[in-house]
C-alpha cells in the first residue's frame, strides 16, 4: 500500500513540475514608450525619465565607432540606437530582471566591439563607468562585465549591473547612474554616490537612421 502512494505521489509530482511554467513566463516584459514589448534585435533609444535639465538620451563619446556610454545634456539631441540581447535565446522579449547584453547599433565597421560593458574607474568618485569593447553572447564568468538587467522604477525603469544569474561567485551588483565630470560630460557610472538613471525606450522608427 505505501509502495502504492508512494507511487502514485511522484506521479503527481512530475505532473506538477511539467505544468508549472518557467520562472520566464512570470517576468513581466519591459514596455517602450508606446507600451509595446521590447524585443531583441529591434533598435531603441535609451532616454531619461525627465526633460529639461535632466533629460537626454544616452549615446557615446563617439558615435561613429562607439567609445564610452554617455547621457546628452539636451532632449534635442537622438541618442544613439541600442539593441538587446538575452542571455538566453529562447525568447525574443526583454523582459525585467534578465541578463541581458546591450550594444549599439552601427553601419560603419570598427576595430572594437559596440557592446557595453562596464570598466574599473580611475576616477576616486565612482568605481566602475559604462563603455563598449564588450563581448556579446557566452555568458560566463570571462564576460561578467558584459551583463546588465533592465528593473521597474516608478513609472519608468533603470539599468542595473548585476550579473548574479550569469556567474554564482559574489559579483558586483549596482545601478547605473549619471557622473558628470567637470567639462560637463554626462557618463553612465557605478557608484553607492549616485542615484539610478531613471529611463525609457523609444522604439527607432523608419525615418531614424543608425550611424
Known sequence: MKSTLLVWFSFLLFAFVLSVPSIE????????IQGEE???????????????????????????CPDDVIQ????????????FSPASSEDDIIRVSTDLN???????????????????SSNSEVQWFVTT???????????????FKIEKAGIGYKLVSCPENICHCGVL???????????????LSLSDKLSPFLVLFKKVGPLSSSI
Open 38 to 64: 521590447l524585443k531583441a534585435g529591434t533598435e531603441y533609444i535609451i532616454t531619461s525619465i525627465f526633460w529639461g535639465a535632466l533629460g537626454g538620451d544616452v549615446s557615446a563619446t563617439n558615435k561613429t
Open 133 to 147: 569593447g564588450g563581448e556579446e553572447g557566452n555568458p560566463g564568468i570571462d564576460t561578467l562585465t558584459n551583463w
Open 72 to 83: 546628452y545634456s539636451s532632449d534635442l539631441l537622438q541618442g544613439l540606437p541600442v539593441t
Open 102 to 120: 546591450i550594444k549599439f547599433s552601427i553601419k560603419k565597421a570598427c576595430d572594437h566591439s559596440s557592446v557595453w560593458k562596464i570598466q574599473k
Open 25 to 32: 513566463a512570470y517576468t513581466e516584459p519591459v514596455l517602450d
Open 173 to 187: 551588483c549596482r545601478d547605473i547612474g549619471i557622473y558628470r565630470e567637470n567639462n560637463g560630460r554626462r557618463i
